[in-house]
């Protein structure tokens, strides 16, 4: 910070009066360059230095359910996907035999009513696995944004525990 500039900062100007009341720089109270709030949280973790552990490893704890968490919904999408193929499978020889009905009612003009009946019943059966399709599907994607929520979760976790570790790297640099 030079002289020349009348309206730079010294660490003099972030203090006020004598009572060192805080100049707000960029939304982030600093006194001499130090970030306020840093400072606080140094001193907690220098008088209670247990409270740091025990943050880091609920936190590395609470990461492990997350984990494991999204291993169980991993399982649960293969199975859906094992029984939406399964009834993919189911439904295609449906269509194709209800395809195959439709040209015979077509063909046969005299009695269709048996026809008719059989291409109903099985048009039924076929929208009804579309249907536990559908709901597969749809259960497959709720599952896939709940990962994606607890993948969020994991990383907000390991970023605390970063800062955690910072935080512990700096008290013992402070401390020394």
């Known amino acids: 910070m030079t002289q020349n500039n009348p309206n730079s900062e010294t660490a003099e100007d972030n203090l006020q009066g004598t009572q060192g009341e805080v100049n707000w720089v960029s939304d982030m109270p600093t006194v001499a360059g130090i970030d306020i709030d840093a400072l606080k949280q140094l001193i907690e973790v220098k008088n209670h230095p247990d409270d740091l552990i025990s943050k880091m490893w609920h936190i590395h704890r609470r990461i492990r359910e997350k984990q494991g968490q999204v291993r169980h919904m991993q399982g649960q999408i293969?199975?859906?996907?094992?029984?939406?193929?399964?009834?993919?499978?189911?439904?295609?020889?449906?269509?194709?035999?209800?395809?195959?009905?439709?040209?015979?009612?077509?063909?046969?003009?005299?009695?269709?009513?048996?026809?008719?009946?059989?291409?109903?019943?099985?048009?039924?059966?076929?929208?009804?696995?579309?249907?536990?399709?559908?709901?597969?599907?749809?259960?497959?994607?709720?599952?896939?944004?709940?990962?994606?929520?607890?993948?969020?979760?994991?990383?907000?976790?390991?970023?605390?525990?970063?800062?955690?570790?910072?935080?512990r790297t700096q008290l013992h640099s402070w401390i020394s």
């Open 78 to 167: 293969r199975l859906l996907e094992d029984e939406t193929g399964q009834l993919e499978d189911l439904v295609e020889p449906l269509q194709f035999q209800m395809d195959l009905l439709q040209c015979l009612i077509l063909q046969r003009r005299g009695d269709t009513r048996k026809l008719r009946e059989q291409y109903a019943h099985l048009q039924t059966q076929a929208s009804q696995r579309w249907g536990r399709i559908s709901e597969l599907s749809l259960e497959m994607d709720q599952l896939r944004s709940q990962i994606s929520l607890s993948r969020c979760q994991i990383f907000r976790f390991r970023s605390q525990i970063s800062e955690l570790k910072w935080q």
